[in-house]
């Protein structure tokens, strides 16, 4: 069964530190793995886009990873902002439509 | 451009009502999804279309959910009759191939 995990459900920094999401994944075959931003009340919008040959990509402060071998990929937010709080979803693309599986996403608070 | 619009923002009606909720994708993007947003389940894909055919309509909950896509510029998702397990918020996304626009969504209420 196709399913996308993420971790963890929650998490509460400070602001100006750095964190780390996780997202695991068991979707075959595989296409592409996206991080998507959800703000409050808002529609996804989308950070990075990655496919099977690329293991690292960046957009601003947020650096996605993918390990296609173990199914693993990570998010990672450097020097945290207060616009950072909002809810980061893993999303995997399955085979050769644009059909996509979601997380349930982890929701980030920054506080002061 | 003005993204992906969504009418109405917000819907509140009552058990056994009709809902009709539209969708304006980007100009030129030839896929169109609906889908369905609770604190429960999460994102859940409900249906989506290709150059304005429905591809796979299997995220469909029951038949009082239906969805059209009449030409290019417009799409409806209907419930007939509503539900108060339906209330969820319900989101518009186009996408020209790869990476997806969302709308800003249609918050339902249904008492």
């Known amino acids: 069964k196709n399913q996308v995990e993420q971790s963890p459900q929650s998490l509460i920094i400070l602001e100006g530190k750095n964190c780390t999401l996780q997202c695991n994944y068991t979707v075959s075959p595989f296409s592409n793995l996206r991080w998507y931003k959800q703000d409050t009340g808002r529609g996804p919008v989308s950070l990075t886009i990655?496919?099977?040959?690329?293991n690292t990509k960046s957009n601003g402060r947020y650096t996605a990873t993918l390990d296609a071998d173990t199914k693993q990929s990570s998010l990672h937010i450097t020097a945290s902002q207060l616009s950072d709080s909002a809810s980061y979803i893993c999303?995997?693309?399955?085979?050769?439509?644009?059909?996509?599986?979601f997380g349930t996403g982890t929701r980030l608070q920054v506080f002061p | 451009d003005a993204g992906v619009i969504q009418s109405p923002r917000h819907e509140v009606t009552e058990m056994g009502q009709e809902v009709t909720l539209r969708c304006k994708p980007i100009?030129?993007?030839?896929?169109l999804f609906w889908y369905r947003q609770t604190m429960m389940r999460g994102l859940e894909l409900l249906i989506y279309?290709?150059?304005?055919?429905?591809?796979?309509d299997s995220g469909m909950p029951e038949d009082r959910f239906s969805a059209k896509m009449p030409n290019a510029s417009f799409s409806t998702l209907k419930i007939q009759p509503s539900e108060p397990r339906d209330s969820a918020v319900y989101f518009c996304a186009s996408s020209p191939f790869h990476e997806q626009f969302f709308g800003p969504g249609t918050r339902l209420t249904v008492l």
């Open positions: 100009s030129g993007h030839d896929y």
């Open positions: 990655m496919t099977f040959s690329e």
């Open positions: 279309f290709n150059n304005n055919v429905p591809i796979d």
């Open positions: 999303v995997v693309s399955a085979g050769n439509t644009d059909k996509l599986i």
